[in-house]
């Protein structure tokens, strides 16, 4: 796909790409709100007034993992192949914690703090690919005996989903004291065993 891309829009994204990198890394060394979008604009070494053609707010650059995160997912996951949906699922939930470790507990929690003040945006939105693509892993799991029958689909994905933003949290809180992915792992593990045999 890149490669159809004109010179122009490959600058745009490289530009793109170089403000969100070097905002992360601003990010890390201070709270959000003691970063100004000056100091991002000079660390991509951008003009400041071409912020605005990329991103809304510093706000809106931090929470752009998520989406790049569903176009991630959208396309690794229409090309993967699992054994079964409880597979795809552990693994789709491995992808997204991969994502957090890489951000690190201190923009995690710099994360869930704006998720807060944005009422989850992202976070609870039904209709993002996430949210979607898992919901539909946990019917089809039900659907194929994986799952126990009696299982409400939407209700599992929901718990699948708070167990991961639980976890999230607590990595955060406690400033990445424990590894992410064995934790995480270990208590999805935990929970679809019990709606195995719920």
């Given amino acids: 796909?890149?490669?159809?891309?004109?010179?122009?829009?490959?600058?745009?994204?490289e530009?793109?790409?170089?403000?969100?990198?070097?905002?992360?890394a601003l990010f890390r060394?201070?709270?959000?709100e003691d970063v100004t979008i000056a100091e991002i604009c000079d660390a991509a070494n951008i003009s400041s007034g071409h912020f605005?053609?990329?991103?809304?707010?510093?706000?809106?650059l931090l929470l752009a993992s998520y989406p790049a995160f569903d176009d991630f997912a959208r396309d690794e996951f229409s090309r993967r192949a699992f054994?079964?949906?409880?597979?795809?699922?552990q693994s789709i939930v491995?992808?997204?914690?991969?994502?957090?470790?890489n951000l690190g507990p201190g923009?995690?929690?710099?994360?869930?703090?704006?998720?807060?003040?944005?009422?989850?945006?992202?976070?609870?939105?039904?209709?993002?690919?996430?949210?979607?693509?898992?919901?539909?892993?946990v019917r089809d799991a039900v659907e194929s005996g994986e799952l126990h029958p009696d299982t409400d689909a939407g209700e599992a994905a929901d718990m699948i989903l708070r167990l991961v933003r639980g976890v999230f949290f607590d990595w955060g809180v406690r400033g990445g004291?424990?590894?992410?992915?064995?934790?995480?792992?270990?208590?999805l593990q935990v929970l679809l065993k019990g709606l195995i045999a719920k």
């Fill in 1 to 13: 796909m890149k490669d159809k891309l004109t010179r122009r829009a490959r600058q745009a994204l």
């Fill in 15 to 24: 530009t793109k790409r170089r403000l969100y990198e070097n905002a992360l």
């Fill in 29 to 32: 060394e201070k709270d959000l």
């Fill in 52 to 60: 605005y053609n990329y991103f809304d707010s510093k706000e809106a």
């Fill in 83 to 89: 054994a079964d949906n409880l597979s795809a699922i």
């Fill in 94 to 101: 491995a992808e997204q914690t991969a994502v957090a470790v």
């Fill in 107 to 137: 923009l995690t929690s710099q994360i869930m703090k704006l998720q807060l003040r944005l009422h989850g945006k992202y976070v609870i939105e039904s209709n993002r690919f996430y949210h979607a693509y898992m919901k539909k892993l």
């Fill in 177 to 187: 004291e424990y590894d992410l992915e064995e934790k995480t792992r270990a208590d």
